[in-house]
């Protein structure tokens, strides 16, 4: 029996297509989907065109294999406080994830030549299933070899004492310490 092999991915942004490319090219890499496990670091929304089917496929992916990992990105944290915020009447909040790549994600759920009805919240064209799926990822997933993330981890502290805000957003402070956590860590979210 051979070993089964990990991989991830990040950073998917509503790019349905490019996925199912990517997704194929593992396949032709000799990727067992039930053997051999992929973790996504999150960000399946926001500037591309399918965020839709990019979430649907996700779902349906964690149904037919539970042992691949799904983690949130920045971008489905923003999305999920925009729809609080919208309810709270806080458009500032709201205007963060719009500006950010939402309203591209509202058109892949409201539809080509949908309006924008100002006193709905905008947020209300996403199947409720797929909100409640993005409340629910992991903010990381570790492995014997490796810590899996979407933005990084504050020195020196482990992935569970980290801020969950830093888990999603951090940068610099990551990207330039020399910190070893014992484990490589696998991140995306900074090109």
Do not use: C
């Amino acid at each position: 029996m051979t070993e089964s092999r990990l991989y991830a991915i990040g950073d998917i942004h509503g790019h349905y297509r490019e996925l199912r490319a990517l997704y194929g090219q593992l396949l032709d890499d000799g990727f067992q989907p039930a053997r051999d496990r992929l973790i996504f670091l999150g960000d399946y929304v926001d500037s591309g065109p399918d965020a839709q089917r990019v979430v649907q496929q996700m779902i349906a992916w964690q149904r037919m294999f539970p042992h691949w990992g799904f983690l949130m990105g920045n971008h489905e944290a923003m999305m999920l406080e925009a729809r609080d915020a919208w309810d709270e009447g806080d458009r500032r909040r709201f205007s963060r994830w719009w500006s950010n790549g939402g309203d591209a994600t509202w058109r892949a759920y409201a539809g080509e030549g949908a309006r924008i009805d100002p006193g709905r919240n905008p947020l209300a064209s996403v199947d409720p299933a797929h909100l409640f799926w993005l409340s629910t990822l992991d903010r990381w997933v570790e492995t014997n070899r490796y810590i899996f993330v979407h933005a990084g981890l504050r020195p020196p502290l482990p992935a569970e004492q980290n801020d969950p805000d830093d888990l999603l957003w951090i940068r610099d402070d990551f990207i330039r310490s020399a910190y070893d956590w014992g484990k490589l860590v696998v991140y995306g979210h900074t090109p």
